[in-house]
């Protein structure tokens, strides 16, 4: 191995203002995203995909080895396929895995096993992560890696203006079937991206954000 290269840091971005008033309008910004389970069917364009994608891979990853994959599904059959399968893990859930607990924590989300919304929303981004490189090598902090990528992609959708879901069915090993991933692709998340329905209605709940001192401790 040869010693490292080095380039200068150049091509910064300026928000050319204030790192508070910067920081301030991001924030008037993200807060006004929800995640969406009533999509229209109406159109996103492949490019925009394309460039939501090269946004979340845009994210730090363990050793820069990039342990993601984003299947982004469009076709008809296969978002059916997806569909079925997801609702069948669903009505598994709802009726015998979820503990009542858990039931009783959603309840506020309106959620079922009905999940409509993985035919209507004209995309289906499936995350996922790669435990090992396509070559079989090594992959480092592959969950957190693939955790900021996917934040990512929500924000840069949300400032497209587009609406996402972050959907898990659990066990989502289907997704890896249907969709004819190798063994060392694991799906990691389901994203249901598109415009809202124009009646689309979302939890009262959901809007309620924790006060800034529950969540942040200065020392
Ligand atoms: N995967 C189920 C249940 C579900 C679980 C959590 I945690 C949520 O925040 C929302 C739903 C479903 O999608 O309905």
């Not at 009783?104 to 995350?127: H, M, R, S, Y």
């Not at 989502?172 to 190798?182: D, N, T, Y």
């Not at 063994?183 to 124009?198: I, M, N, R, S, Y």
């Given at each position: 191995m040869g010693a490292p290269e080095f380039v200068p840091l150049t091509d910064r971005f300026d928000p050319g203002v204030a790192p508070e008033e910067a920081a301030r309008r991001f924030h008037d910004e993200l807060r006004r995203r929800r995640t969406v389970r009533h999509f229209s069917d109406r159109a996103v364009s492949r490019e925009t995909v394309e460039w939501l994608v090269r946004c979340a891979t845009t994210a730090p990853s363990g050793a820069n080895k990039q342990p993601w994959r984003f299947v982004c599904v469009q076709d008809r059959e296969v978002k059916?396929?997806?569909?079925?399968?997801?609702?069948?893990?669903?009505?598994?859930?709802?009726?015998?895995?979820?503990?009542?607990?858990?039931?009783?924590?959603?309840?506020?989300?309106?959620?079922?096993?009905?999940?409509?919304?993985?035919?209507?929303?004209?995309?289906?981004?499936?995350?996922?992560?790669?435990?090992?490189?396509?070559?079989?090598?090594?992959?480092?902090?592959?969950?957190?890696?693939?955790?900021?990528?996917?934040?990512?992609?929500?924000?840069?959708?949300?400032?497209?203006?587009?609406?996402?879901?972050?959907?898990?069915?659990?066990?989502?090993?289907?997704?890896?079937?249907?969709?004819?991933?190798?063994?060392?692709?694991?799906?990691?998340?389901?994203?249901?991206?598109?415009?809202?329905?124009?009646?689309?209605?979302?939890?009262?709940?959901?809007l309620v954000r924790k006060p800034l001192d529950e969540t942040m401790i200065i020392r």
């Open positions: 059916r396929a997806i569909r079925v399968a997801a609702e069948k893990e669903e009505r598994e859930f709802y009726a015998h895995r979820a503990s009542p607990e858990w039931l009783a924590d959603l309840e506020p989300l309106g959620t079922d096993p009905n999940k409509e919304f993985l035919e209507v929303a004209p995309w289906l981004v499936v995350i996922f992560k790669l435990v090992r490189a396509d070559d079989g090598s090594n992959h480092y902090y592959v969950s957190e890696s693939v955790g900021l990528a996917a934040g990512l992609f929500l924000a840069a959708a949300h400032h497209a203006g587009l609406a996402t879901l972050t959907h898990t069915p659990s066990p989502m090993g289907f997704l890896a079937e249907v969709l004819g991933r190798p063994a060392h692709e694991k799906p990691f998340l389901l994203v249901p991206l598109g415009h809202p329905a124009d009646d689309c209605v979302v939890p009262k709940a959901a």
